[in-house]
């Protein structure tokens, strides 16, 4: 019974926190800190105003029921303060936080029901395969950690009635050898739906550390709804001036560069990726673009809507590009797009002027499930 109730409170207590976490998602989200908490599995969230109940043990010289002579209404474990205990009450209240560890499934099954996000539905399956025990039927022999109890105990019943030894008034049934049946499995390897995620981002003049913070925590939360909706997922990223490169994540969040911007070369990357490592018909592809708008000319942009046009949009399952103002870009790229595209479902543009707009960016981007 005590294990029941400890188990119907916590539980409860879960839903405390999943709900407190709800009402303030658009704060998490916005927030970079909570990147920083993040582990393999879970995320330290910190949550105010949350208090558990906590039994401490006074001194016995105190005061109170059980303690000695004491009156009705007299305050339990109240006495003047012991030396280097402090002095004067404050008149503030103080600030409880509460840290929880949650598990990114978790965090991201929240953020789906938040943002009313839709399940996606995946295609390529041929790449990646798993290993998984199937059971087919019940043997004879097998190792007793795979011991069918009900075959096992029908079998001595049956014998043992047969035999006439069964007593119903003492109903004690002995499996012998004979009578223990084992559960037999077959090894298979069955294809997993599996994904990768190109990220690229503007790193040149133009791009500041406001900028790519805002790249980060939104990178952080895409990432997180994308691998609960994978078994298997990889991650690619990219960085780009006039020249584009492929680095390792933490590069890819503290580069600092400088000098013009030229689009296609992270586009003409992206494509020799899917080529040659992530085909459409084996991949769910998804590239995330982020910059502040700013091109080297017309002949660059041209040359990046033929590249999306013919060669990223047919192999990808959605394409979204994400601009971010600045006060030394032109945010001129999304509406080259937005003209090129205006009609055309596989490519997503949001544009995030602030930390603020992370959060509909983010609705932008996964809330059509592809």
């Known amino acids: 019974m005590t294990t029941n109730k400890i188990g119907r409170d916590h539980s409860r207590f879960r839903q405390i926190v999943r709900g407190k976490i709800k009402r303030e998602l658009r704060k998490y989200i916005t927030q970079g800190e909570l990147i920083g908490r993040k582990g393999k599995q879970n995320v330290s969230i910190p949550l105010p105003q949350i208090q558990l109940p906590k039994f401490r043990y006074g001194s016995q010289q105190k005061g109170g029921v059980g303690q000695g002579e004491g009156e009705e209404g007299q305050p339990l474990g109240q006495g003047q303060p012991q030396p280097g205990q402090g002095g004067e009450a404050g008149e503030q209240p103080g600030e409880h936080v509460l840290e929880v560890d949650v598990p990114l499934e978790e965090l991201a099954e929240i953020l789906g029901e938040e943002l009313e996000l839709p399940r996606i539905e995946p295609k390529g399956k041929k790449a990646i395969t798993a290993e998984k025990d199937v059971y087919t039927g019940i043997h004879r022999q097998g190792p007793e950690s795979l011991r069918h ?29 004979e009578d223990k049946r084992y559960r037999a499995w077959k ?5 997993e739906a599996n994904a990768v995620i190109i990220y690229m981002m503007d790193v040149s003049g133009s791009m500041g550390f406001e900028q790519k913070e805002i790249v980060r925590i939104e990178s952080f939360w895409l990432d997180t709804w994308l691998r609960s909706q994978y078994e298997n997922i990889e991650s690619r990223y990219i960085v780009h001036d006039a020249a584009a490169k492929e680095v390792d994540q933490h590069t890819f969040f503290h580069i600092r560069e400088s000098g013009g911007t030229k689009i296609s070369s992270a586009y003409e990357l992206c494509k020799r990726l899917i080529d040659e490592q992530f085909p459409a018909d084996e991949w769910n592809v998804y590239p995330f673009h982020f910059s502040d708008g700013d091109n080297w000319g017309g002949d660059d942009t041209r040359r990046c809507v033929k ?33 090129s595209f205006d009609q055309d479902e596989r490519i997503i543009l949001s544009s995030i002027s602030s930390r603020d707009e992370i959060y509909d960016s983010i609705k932008d981007f996964l809330g059509k499930g592809k």
Do not use: W
């Open 187 to 191: 090894t298979q390897r069955q294809p």
């Open 307 to 339: 590249l999306l046009d013919e060669e990223i949009l047919p192999n990808c399952n959605v394409f979204c590009y994400g601009q971010v103002k600045s006060a030394y870009g032109s945010g001129q790229f999304i509406k080259d797009l937005r003209s």
């Open 149 to 177: 109890f009900k075959r096992t105990f029908k079998r001595a019943l049956l014998r043992e009635v047969a035999q006439g030894t069964y007593d119903p008034d003492d109903p004690l049934v002995i499996p012998i050898r």
